[in-house]
């Protein structure tokens, strides 16, 4: 009897053992099958270097293999959370291995001559805006391949940052052509392509001295570098470029009517050494996405006030008058 009741109690024992073991080491779940979606990036036109209107440089949608791109993947489930993400120089290599029947959120930013206006890190990767966030994060690499990761990604895409090769420092609305673009509730079922629409995520700024013989101008504007115009270069800002700041990243900075109030200081130092300021330290412009902002004003014997401000896109005067201190 005693016999038997051992003999029953070890099977028990036995029993709970492999049923332990079964729980601690279940079998793999079978993996979704997934599709390729190769991406096929659709970039809004340039701005023509002409004074009036903002017409479409139609020249400009040819890429460069000095071009990056940052890809941002993001899954769906109670909410969006990250996917993936990955660096590319080749328009032709972005090709995301996405789960069938899923849902995801997909963002793209394009550098036009990223490779040369970006300043690198030391691993070699690149900067803002290409900068990895996450664990053991840093310069983003390209590598012309999709990262699968949900604790790295790509820190600031819809935001204006960017460290410029030429100084090394970092400024929220740099003199760089930047592209973004982004696709939402985007359900992968088969290999094919998307097309994304990618806009200037930016505006135009053109400085207009009239009677500009001697000395030198100062333009400051905030987050950008400080540029200086001479009587040899007087048109050394027309229809620069600049990135938007959207500080952030909490709007969409693409939409037609999208603004942001910029102070802009300029300040004239004539032939006599002597300093005179266009408006006022703290003056703002409002400057709309993809419209260049033109700012026209005398150094000769008027009264250094700024003539006008126009927006032309829509061939509409905004004239403000700029008293000197």
Do not use: H
Not at 46 to 74: G, R
Not at 131 to 157: D, H, L, M, R, W
Not at 254 to 266: F, L, V
């Amino acid at each position: 009897m005693k016999i038997s009741l051992f003999n029953l109690f070890f099977s028990i024992l036995t029993s709970c053992i492999c049923v332990s073991c079964r729980l601690d080491k279940p079998d793999p779940l079978p993996e979704k099958p997934k599709c390729s979606l190769r991406l096929v990036l659709d970039r809004e036109l340039e701005i023509e270097e002409a004074d009036e209107p903002l017409i479409p440089f139609k020249t400009a949608t040819k890429t460069s293999s000095d071009d990056l791109y940052a890809v941002q993947v993001y899954k769906k489930g109670l909410s969006y959370s990250k996917y993936g993400y990955g660096i590319f120089d080749d328009e032709s290599a972005i090709n995301l291995p996405l789960e069938v029947g899923l849902t995801y959120k997909i963002e793209v930013s394009l550098v036009l001559n990223g490779k040369n206006l970006i300043a690198k890190g030391i691993n070699g990767g690149y900067e803002a805006p290409f900068t990895i966030g996450g664990f053991s994060g840093g310069p983003g690499k390209v590598t012309n391949q999709f990262v699968q990761s949900t604790s790295n990604y790509i820190e600031t895409i819809n935001e204006g940052k960017a460290v410029l090769k030429e100084d090394g420092v970092e400024y929220s609305r740099p003199p760089i052509s930047r592209y973004y673009g982004m696709v939402e509730d985007y359900r992968a079922k088969e290999d094919e392509a998307l097309s994304i629409p990618l806009k200037l995520a930016g505006f135009g700024l053109t400085i207009v001295p009239k009677g500009f013989t001697a000395g030198s101008i100062e333009v400051k504007m905030d987050g950008a570098p400080t540029f200086t115009l001479t009587p040899d270069e007087p048109a050394a800002i027309t229809k620069k470029i600049f990135t938007f700041e959207n500080f952030g990243g909490l709007e969409d900075w693409t939409t037609d009517d999208y603004s942001e109030n910029i102070k802009i200081a300029i300040t004239w130092t004539n032939a006599n050494n002597e300093k005179i300021t266009f408006g006022k330290p703290t003056t703002s412009y409002k400057i709309i996405r993809k419209t260049n902002k033109i700012l026209t004003f005398s150094c000769g014997d008027g009264n250094g006030q700024i003539l006008f401000d126009r927006e032309d896109d829509t061939l509409t005067d905004d004239s403000e008058t700029l008293e000197r201190p």
